[in-house]
């Protein structure tokens, strides 16, 4: 039993002095996937804001304000969404395809907001708003307190 202990500490010292380290635990990815799924709806939560300032016209003088304040969030959107699919790509999540569409979704809006396409704009945050509900629903769930 102390030989396969100390086989243990001395198989994970190697491992964290050659730089690796060991695989994280499905709680630790849990906890992880949590977190930035949160951070995805607090972006969600102020593009639903900047949406009540939406014109009723791209013609407005309103307009170009409106498409300044959702680029930046469309572009962090996207950002964390493409960076949250990769690490549940990497872990086999069920939540990658989700991602995936959100990050797409997240993409569609910045190029509306780009082209001031009110209509596309619209579309786009319908999608990004529908994605994020398969988002949170292929989350893992934390156990526990």
Avoid: K
């Amino acid at each position: 039993m102390h030989r396969i202990l100390a086989r243990a500490v001395i198989g994970v010292s190697l491992l964290l002095l050659l730089g690796c380290t060991p695989p994280p635990s499905s709680q630790a990815v849990a906890r992880l996937m949590s977190d930035e799924v949160h951070r995805l709806s607090a972006v969600e939560a102020r593009l639903a804001a900047a949406a009540a300032n939406e014109p009723r016209r791209a013609t407005e003088p309103s307009a170009g304000a409106y498409f300044s304040a959702i680029l930046p969030i469309a572009q962090e959107g996207w950002r964390l969404a493409t960076q949250l699919q990769e690490t549940s790509t990497e872990h086999s999540l069920a939540t990658a395809p989700a991602l995936d569409h959100l990050a797409r979704a997240y993409a569609s809006l910045e190029g509306a907001a780009r082209a001031a396409d009110l209509l596309d704009s619209r579309r786009a945050r319908q999608e990004v708003a529908s994605a994020m509900v398969a988002v949170q629903a292929t989350t893992p769930r934390l156990s526990g307190a």
